[in-house]
């Protein structure tokens, strides 16, 4: 087998590795937290606090309706014992019972108001919670995939390198060193000569050039310095 096919089955052990270290970091680059549920976590949370103090609210008014209900409770039983005579009396208990009725009236409003403010947010709470769990699940079933993937790509990875140990030491070495060489500056270093033309570069080849490249000897494209490889 002449250097040049030699080092062309190197380059294309080398491309085929590149492109899976490539895949290989890509599919690395995936793995970790994932932005929505890190997002929809810290907006339950705030939708958890929201709920408490909209709790909070509704005992409190409980119990300032509760206590209302009592005083006016014994304000009624006062003004309808027939305990007090005075009209005096009775006229300023009366007012009394009318403001607490009314002040009970906005309790009762203000009650239910946040009673339908702590529906709306459990509701939201629960919507939210299943929309994070959901999203966990994706995110974990996604993880291992990723991590699948990794794994099969490290193994592709380590089967090339071996491969292309194996190629590479039964290449002359100094070959595989001016190859590296020129891979460094061109990218590609091997370019096959395709009708009378450098794939490399497309410019055609002298007849001494393509003679030389057909006898198998080591040459390399009169253009762009790439090795000529004549399949
Ligand atoms: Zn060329």
């Known amino acids: 087998m002449s250097v040049a096919k030699q080092l062309y ?11 899976v270290e490539q895949a290989l970091s890509q599919t690395a680059s995936q793995l970790g937290e994932s932005q929505a549920v890190v997002r929809t976590q810290a907006e339950l949370r705030s939708e958890h606090e929201h709920l408490e103090e909209l709790r ?7 119990w300032e309706l509760d206590d209302l ?4 409770a014994a304000a009624e039983e006062q003004l309808y014992s027939g305990r007090i005579k005075n009209p005096k009396e009775l ?3 009366q007012h009394e019972v009318e403001g607490l009725k009314a002040r009970r009236d906005q309790l009762e409003d203000k009650a239910l108001e946040i009673m339908s403010q702590v529906e ?7 919507t939210k919670s299943s929309a994070l769990k959901r999203l966990e699940a ?4 996604q993880q291992q995939q990723l991590s699948a993937e990794m794994e099969r790509l490290k193994a592709i990875v380590s089967e090339l390198k071996q491969k292309r140990e194996l190629l590479a030491a039964n290449i002359d070495p100094k070959a595989v060193e001016f190859y590296g060489e020129l891979k460094k500056q061109k990218g590609t270093a091997v370019a096959k000569v395709e009708q009378g033309t450098c794939r490399g570069c497309r410019i055609s080849l002298s007849t001494a050039e393509l003679q030389k490249a057909r006898g198998g000897s080591l040459i390399q494209c009169g253009s762009c310095g790439r090795i000529l490889f004549l399949p």
């Not at 909070?56 to 409980?62: F, T």
């Not at 709306?120 to 629960?126: I, K, Q």
Request: glycine share 0%.
């Open 138 to 141: 994706e995110w974990h079933s």
């Open 91 to 93: 006229t300023s208990l």
């Open 69 to 72: 209900v009592n005083k006016l």
């Open 56 to 62: 909070r609210q509704q005992h409190s008014a409980e």
């Open 9 to 19: 089955q190197l380059q294309e052990v080398d491309v085929e590795l590149e492109s």
């Open 120 to 126: 709306l947010a459990e509701a939201s709470v629960t």
